[in-house]
Each structure stands twice: as C-alpha cells, then as structure tokens.
C-alpha cells in the first residue's frame, strides 16, 4: 500500500494539469477536486482520472479556457452553458449560482448545458453542505448500460447528489443507476478483487461479479433492476429539458467521450432562509444516531448513513497520507515532470 500527503498529491496533479496547458489557478482547483476525491476513496474519479483528463485535453475534447456563460435567468432558476470547458468548474459555478440564488430566494436552481464530466458529483454535495446548504444534483451522460430488457447501451448511469448540512458530519449520497459506476468496475479491477455483489453481464449474458468482464460487455447492471433503468431515464429527459441541453441519445451523435456536451441541474436549498435550519439538524441528527443504531449483519459491524463512511477514510488520509495505486502515480508524477505524454 501506497500513501502520498495530500498536499503533494494535490501539488504534483496540478502540475501535471499546468504541463497539459491549464493556466496555474484553474490547474489548482482540479488538482484540488481530484485530490479530495482520492482523499474521501473515491480513488476512480480522483487521481486516476488524471491521465484520462490529460488526454481529453490534448485531443480537444475539453476546452481548457473556456468559461461558463449566463444564458438566462427566470426567478430563482439560471440556465447557464458551459462551452465545453472543464467540467469541474463548470459544475463549481454553477453550484455557487445555485447556492447564491438559494439565499436570495430560499430556492435556486442552476441548470447547466454544454459542460464536460465533473468528474466525482458528490464533491459539489460536499461543497454545500459545508456552506450550510442542501443540494440536489445530477448529470446525464453518454450511452453506457443497456435500458432494463435490453442488450445495448442506449441510457447513462447518469449520477445523482444529495447532501444535507449536519454539523456532527454532512449526510451525502452520491450514486450512479448503475448498481456499479465504471470507476468502480476499475479500481476494483486495479486491486485484483470481485465485486460484492453481481454488477452486470458477461459477453455471454451471464450475471457476474467479475469488474473486467462487465467492463468488456458494457452491460452494466441498472440499480434496483427496471426502476434505476426507469429513473436513469427520467433524470436525462429533465436535465436536457431544464438546461435547453443535450439528452443521452444527442451526446452519443457528438461521439467523444467525457460526457462531452451532457447537461447537469444543480438545486439548492437555504434552510436559515426557509426557516427550517434548527429543525433540519434535529431531524438529521435524529436519523443518524437512529440508523447508526441499527443490528448489523455482520458481528462487531456497523451500520452508517451515506458520507459516514466517507468522512472516517477522509480523517485517514489526511492524517496517514493518501492510498494511491503506485502505477497510475508514476504516469502523473511523469506527466507533472513533463516527461511523459498521454
């Protein structure tokens, strides 16, 4: 096991970020991101992503100097197009507008158009919560796992945020409809394990728990069967709709990857502004010491709330370092050198 201190990793991903031509203060602020990503373990949208993002750079998948740009504002809604720039920024900003527009209003909703993957989606959950401020987000993608009944990709795992504010830690879900992200499928690869549980098909339509064989297929599992297939579908028509944006099926035509040109909807809440703060927090706090209280399964086991688990392995690695895979750190630590091309 491997463990770097965060802030060479941010700092050596940054610089990797600087040589793909990313000016230094937007190249600090993805390092930032992917840092954090790996910090939380959401190692497959951290720094493995790294390499991927470099490339999507160079073949001008991603504009590095673009900037989101108003389109238009109704009420507390802003429909915002993120000209095909990083997608981190672009979800950071219009994150902010919806927090900004959710204390001007006690509501606000950013609907973004024409941006690129963010990447890990519940870093902006994080992102609120820690300004006081629940979130509800999501993004559709390109085609990547068959519609419930069928064999070829024809709807996205397309993610979906939700946190809300708790002082004694943020209650956070992040979740792709795939029962597991293609992130997952990697890593879990990487280490040489299976999956827990049956994640998808192999090339001969059997239910396996072998990442590679699912990753090969691309017949990866809806969550919750026909209803993650029926709500994957359902979140695409409604940030396409919100955003004046790309569905699943108009991405697939652009045909380059990255969730180039997807659409995203940010929706935050200000409980001080609806007067529901105090309540808010004896409710959450109500319902983790509730659940945490729960019989596990397991002997000596516990049962959490989502972003508990997420909060333990991040107070881990800022404290012992952060676990990366020795392989993909040598390619970024060579593409910070320079010395190294993808």
């Not at 900037?67 to 920024?89: A, C, F, K, M, S």
């Not at 086991?301 to 990366?324: C, E, F, S, W």
Request: glycine letters at 12%; charged letters at 20%.
């Amino acid at each position: 096991m491997h463990r770097v201190p965060f802030q060479q990793l941010e700092d050596t991903i940054a610089r990797a970020f600087v040589h793909a031509g990313m000016a230094s203060g937007k190249a600090q602020t993805l390092a930032r991101f992917h840092a954090q990503s790996s910090c939380d373990g959401v190692y497959s949208h951290g720094l493995n992503r790294v390499p991927s993002f470099v490339k999507h750079l160079a073949e001008g998948w991603v504009d590095a100097d673009a900037e989101p740009v108003h389109v238009r504002q109704t009420g507390p809604v802003e429909v915002l197009d993120g000209q095909r720039g990083p997608g981190i920024l672009n979800a950071l900003h219009a994150t902010d507008r919806a927090l900004d527009l959710a204390a001007a209003h006690g509501v606000g909703i950013a609907a973004l158009r024409n941006t690129t993957h963010w990447m890990r989606g519940g870093a902006f959950g994080w992102h609120a919560a820690d300004r006081g401020k629940v979130l509800i987000a999501w993004t559709n993608t390109e085609s990547c796992m068959p519609a419930w009944g069928a064999t070829d990709t024809r709807v996205g795992n397309n993610p979906l945020v939700m946190a809300v504010p708790r002082k004694g830690g943020h209650v956070v879900l992040d979740m792709a409809m795939s029962q597991y992200s293609y992130g997952k499928l990697q890593t879990t690869r990487l280490k040489g394990e299976e999956l827990p549980y049956p994640g998808g098909f192999d090339a001969e339509g059997n239910l396996t728990s072998d990442p590679g064989a699912i990753e090969a297929s691309r017949r990866i599992l809806p969550t919750g069967f026909w209803k993650g297939s029926g709500l994957t579908i359902l979140l695409d028509v409604l940030a396409a709709v919100l955003s004046e944006g790309n569905a699943t099926h108009q991405i697939d035509q652009i045909g380059v990857g990255s969730c180039t040109g997807c659409s995203q909807i940010f929706i935050a809440l200000d409980p001080a502004r609806l007067g529901s703060a105090a309540h808010m927090q004896e409710i959450v706090d109500g319902m983790a010491e509730y659940v945490n209280g729960s019989a596990p399964i397991a002997p000596n086991g516990k049962v959490t709330y989502p972003g508990q688990n997420t909060l333990r392995t991040r107070q881990d690695h800022m404290a012992q370092g952060v676990i990366v895979d020795e392989g993909i750190w040598k390619v970024v630590q060579a593409l910070a050198d320079g010395k190294s091309q993808v």
